[in-house]
């Protein structure tokens, strides 16, 4: 009868091995797939970056073209100013962190939404041709941020999914790879609103 012990050695060796190359198989899974998170991120930014840039021309628009109301612009100033502040490291996309960048937006957007429908009561205004084309810019960029919203999610999702399946779930946490924060829908969240029809165009 064979000792078996003479091939615990190469046993050994063997199983070894085939760790090592489940470990740099996950690593090499999972480096791609957190910067394909990390490029969707930058992608969501800088639609952000784009609203706020078209916030600022409303706001210079109105206050030169309007016997504007005084508290709604600074409400949007603050507003502007503090999602400024709400930056988030695309190494450390949290669901603490996306959560309050997600919140810091949103108060952004409801009070630009009001300083749009107070512009409504002002005729010079509705009748600017470049106050007309702010509007229309800043409905394309709500779509163009529904959307990078929605691949960034699609790509947050498919990380989380392979790092808890198993053996991923075990390696992960030891080459630093976490799941990652997306974006919760709220009611409507989905679709970007109608800018033209909410005020009245």
């Known amino acids: 009868m064979t000792d078996i012990r003479k091939y615990l050695p190469i046993i050994l060796l063997g199983l070894v091995a085939v760790l090592g190359m489940s470990m740099c198989s996950t690593y090499n899974n999972l ?11 930058s992608e969501v930014e800088n639609q952000y970056q784009r609203r706020m840039d078209l916030i600022d021309q409303v706001v210079a628009t109105v ?7 005084k508290t709604t612009l600074e409400a ?14 695309a190494n450390n996309l949290t669901p603490d962190a996306i959560k309050n960048f997600e919140q810091s937006q949103n108060a952004l957007y ?10 409504e009561a002002y005729p010079n205004l509705k009748a ?38 198993f053996p991923t779930n075990l390696l992960a946490g030891v ?3 976490t799941p990652k924060g997306y974006f919760q829908s709220s009611g409507g969240a989905e679709k970007a609103p109608d800018l033209n029809q909410k005020f009245g165009q």
């Open 63 to 69: 206050k030169a073209g309007a016997n504007y109301e």
């Open 175 to 177: 080459f630093g790879f």
């Open 76 to 89: 949007v100033v603050q507003a502007r100013a503090s999602a400024t502040q709400v930056k988030i490291d």
């Open 110 to 119: 409801s009070t630009m939404k009001s300083l749009l429908m107070v512009s």
């Open 31 to 41: 480096g791609p797939m957190e910067e394909g998170v990390k490029s969707k991120w």
């Open 128 to 165: 600017n041709q470049g106050f007309l084309d702010l509007q229309t810019q800043i409905e394309g960029t709500e779509n163009r941020i529904a959307l990078a919203r929605r691949n960034f999610n699609d790509q947050v999702n498919g990380f989380n999914a392979y790092i808890r399946r």
